[in-house]
Structures are given as structure tokens and as C-alpha cells.
């Protein structure tokens, strides 16, 4: 045995040894007994890596998502509370606009608990599974939601007549339930054993999912959002036939400044669901891309940074969808205001 170091020893107990072969050691360091050895243990533990792991250092993208997450709960909680206060708001419309609050309020609770398991408390596998788990089921209803308003819209223009009966409420209630199913299937997945805590190879942009996982996740946000842009087209497009048909039967036509004056708000519409399509688009399609591109080796940083859009687009649902409908503002406005608006009268649409 040759050694070059200092040792340095501390045994308060007898030592016995028992060696049949002869020993040949060299020393050109002191040896000395103390406190040293304990200090070397000491820092072992210290790096020892299968110890808990310590809360993250606080980042300005965590305060960022955590906020929002705040701001996205009060909004969405308002709007389910109007909606399931009210008897009278039962129209596939409200239960759709319900659904989606529900769906985002969910996901600003997931944005929270992630900001609490990342930097308040020290986090574990459990955390990271059941955050992960909550925002992807979450997501998945929200956007399943936004196509079935979308869907909604749809239908009211192309069967106005039929469209908002018993029969079609039974139908979204239907439609909302297998949402839900499908949505909690998916969210499910990390929970069941498809994450990378044991492979971390195996990692996506966004731990602990797998790459696999969160591609198909991205695939079918990707394919939603084409449905939605493809219903809203054929919005435009009934709309448009509509505008053409009513012109005709009263010998008007689409140019004549009378009908223009008269149905000025067709350009409106349209720049309002231009800004509901951009703000859609814009907000979940860097996400998906990156969560399709990225892998393990990717910077947390572009993680977070595509992140905060998905989840902004939770925080202005409740804007571009619910409080614009007039119905909704009136129970808000009664319930802040009950002796200036006596009364509601919902249009079932």
C-alpha cells in the first residue's frame, strides 16, 4: 500500500485484525487523529445522491407561472359559479363555456401546485406525477372545450332552428362527458407508469414526461387546433351565406350602403373571431412544436418560455368567451349590482 495524503483518524472503540499474509506499507504524510475523518463523512453525505432533494433556487418564469395561475383561477371561478347559479343558463352554449372554465381553472390549480413543489417545499416523485398528470388532463378538457365551442357555433348558424332543444342539450352534456372521460385517460398516463423518473434518457422537454408521451400529447393539440380552425371557416362561410341570402330576399345588395349601415356588425363579428383564432393559435401552437422538437437536452428556459403563452390562453378564455356573452354579464351585473337589474331573461342560443 502506498499513500501520499494526510490521514487523519478518529476511534474511541477497540480494533482487532486478523491478516496471514504479510504487510508492506509506505507513508510520506503525517498521520493524525481528530475531527477530520468526520468532516470527509460529513461531506460525503452532503453528496450523496439518492438524498431528498432541496426546494429550486426561486426563478422569475416560476413567479410568472405561479401569478398566473392565481389570476386564472379567480376569473374561471367566477364564470362556473354564474353559470351553475343560474338555472335559467342550461343552453349547450353555457354548458360548453362552463366546461372550459372548469377546464382552466384546473389548470391554473396544476400552475400553483408545480410553484409550490418546485420552490416552497422540497419536491417528489408524487409531486411531479400528480402536477404533471392535473395539467395535462387540464389542457387536454380546455382544448377539447374551445373545440366544442367552436362546434357550437357551428351548428347554431347552419340549424338555427332545431339547434338549442332538449334533444341538443342532452347531446353536449354527452359530448362534455366524453371529454372529460378522454381528457382524465390522458392526464392519467405519468400516473400509470409513462414518465422518464426511472429512464432519464427517456425525458422530454417537460419532466417527468416522456418524450413519447408528450409527442402524441403535442400531435393531438397540433390536430385540435386544426378542427378548430376548420369549423371556424365553415362559420365564415354560412355566415357569409346567409348575409348573401338575406340581401337577396330583400333586393338588397351586399355592397349597397343601406344593407351595410343596417348590418354593420358582420365586419365586427369577423374581427372578433380573427382575434379568438389569433390569440388561440399564437398561444398553443409554440408549445406543441417545442414539446414535437425538443428533447431532455433542450434549456428549461424554452420550456417555461413557451409554456407561459398555453397557459395565458387559460387566462383569456374567461375574456374572448364568457364575459362577452350578454347573458353571463348580466348575472355578474346583478350579482354585484341586485337592485339596479332586477331582471334576466337569458337568450337560449
Known amino acids: 500500500m502506498e499513500w501520499n495524503g494526510p490521514i487523519a483518524m478518529e476511534w474511541n472503540g477497540p480494533i482487532e485484525i486478523e491478516w496471514n499474509g504479510p504487510i508492506a506499507m509506505k507513508w510520506n504524510g503525517p498521520i493524525s487523529s481528530g475531527s477530520g475523518m468526520s468532516s470527509y463523512l460529513s461531506l460525503l453525505d452532503q453528496s450523496d445522491p439518492t438524498g431528498v432533494p432541496e426546494a429550486s433556487p426561486l426563478s422569475l418564469w416560476g413567479v410568472a407561472l405561479c401569478v398566473s395561475g392565481t389570476l386564472i383561477v379567480s376569473e374561471n371561478a367566477i364564470v362556473v359559479a354564474a353559470i351553475l347559479a343560474t338555472p335559467s343558463l342550461r343552453a349547450p ?109 427517456s425525458c422530454s422537454v417537460a419532466r417527468p414526461l416522456t418524450r413519447t408521451y408528450l409527442s402524441l400529447l403535442c400531435g393531438g393539440f397540433l390536430l385540435v387546433v386544426m378542427v378548430t380552425l376548420q369549423l371556424y371557416t365553415g362559420i365564415c362561410r354560412v355566415a357569409r351565406r346567409h348575409a348573401h341570402a338575406i340581401a337577396t330576399q330583400r333586393h338588397f345588395l351586399p355592397d349597397d350602403q343601406s344593407y351595410a349601415s343596417k348590418h354593420g356588425g358582420r365586419g365586427k363579428g369577423l374581427s372578433r373571431l380573427l382575434l379568438v383564432l389569433g390569440v388561440f393559435v399564437s398561444c398553443w401552437t409554440p408549445f406543441a412544436l417545442y414539446g414535437l422538437l425538443g428533447d431532455a437536452s433542450s434549456s428549461p428556459l424554452y420550456t417555461y418560455a413557451t409554456l407561459v403563452p398555453a397557459a395565458g390562453n387559460s387566462l383569456l378564455n374567461p375574456l374572448l368567451y364568457s364575459l362577452r356573452n350578454r347573458d353571463i354579464r348580466l348575472v355578474l351585473l346583478h350579482a354585484c349590482c341586485p337592485h339596479r337589474h332586477n331582471t334576466h331573461r337569458p337568450v337560449d342560443v
Open 93 to 201: 352554449v353555457f354548458l360548453l363555456l362552463a366546461s372550459l372554465a372548469l377546464a382552466d381553472l384546473l389548470a391554473g390549480v396544476a400552475l400553483i401546485l408545480h410553484f409550490l413543489f418546485l420552490f416552497c417545499v422540497e419536491p417528489t416523485d408524487w409531486s411531479e406525477l400528480m402536477t404533471s398528470g392535473l395539467l395535462a388532463t387540464s389542457l387536454t378538457a380546455s382544448l377539447l372545450s374551445l373545440m366544442g365551442v367552436a362546434l357550437d357555433r357551428y351548428l347554431s348558424l347552419s340549424h338555427a332552428l332545431t339547434y338549442g332543444s332538449r334533444h341538443s342539450r342532452r347531446c353536449a352534456a354527452g359530448l362534455l362527458a366524453l371529454v372529460w372521460l378522454g381528457s382524465c385517460l390522458i392526464g392519467s398516463g405519468p400516473v400509470l407508469g409513462w414518465h422518464c423518473l426511472n429512464d432519464i434518457t
